[in-house]
């Protein structure tokens, strides 16, 4: 099985930044698709980010494009969410995601998923 642990999140004030981390584990994760999905309070599980094995066609919900950055490093089995200029309303449980088939938008599609980390920005 693979494995995934989430790391990074944390107290920000608004406009300050955090950068997420995941950790594979288990097996190579070199050719699977990854993503990072959010759970705003009292909402449904909402797509974030997502990056193909290669890195080609990294992929944004509105909402953060322009300051989101999704990246991986596929020699060290982890993948990274630079996060710039938080809002309040990025304030989520976010958590990674991996599917050997390759990536999607709906949270329901991807096989392996972390535990989450808390992000929350204060106004």
């Known amino acids: 099985q693979v494995q995934l642990v989430e790391s990074g999140g944390g107290l920000v004030q608004a406009g300050g930044s955090l950068r997420l981390s995941c950790a594979a584990s288990?097996?190579?994760?070199?050719?699977?698709?990854m993503g990072w999905f959010r759970q705003p309070p009292g909402k449904e599980r909402e797509f974030v980010a997502s990056?193909?094995?290669?890195?080609?066609?990294?992929y944004y919900t509105d909402s953060v494009k322009g300051r989101f950055t999704i990246s991986r490093d596929n020699a060290k089995n982890t993948m990274h969410l630079q996060m710039d200029s938080l809002k309040p309303e990025d304030t989520a449980v976010y958590y990674c995601?991996?599917?050997?088939?390759?990536?999607?938008?709906?949270?329901?599609?991807?096989?392996?998923w972390g535990q989450g980390t808390q992000v929350t920005v204060s106004s």
């Open positions: 990056i193909t094995w290669s890195g080609d066609s990294p």
């Open positions: 288990g097996r190579t994760f070199s050719t699977y698709g």
């Open positions: 995601a991996a599917d050997s088939r390759g990536t999607w938008l709906r949270a329901n599609e991807w096989k392996y």
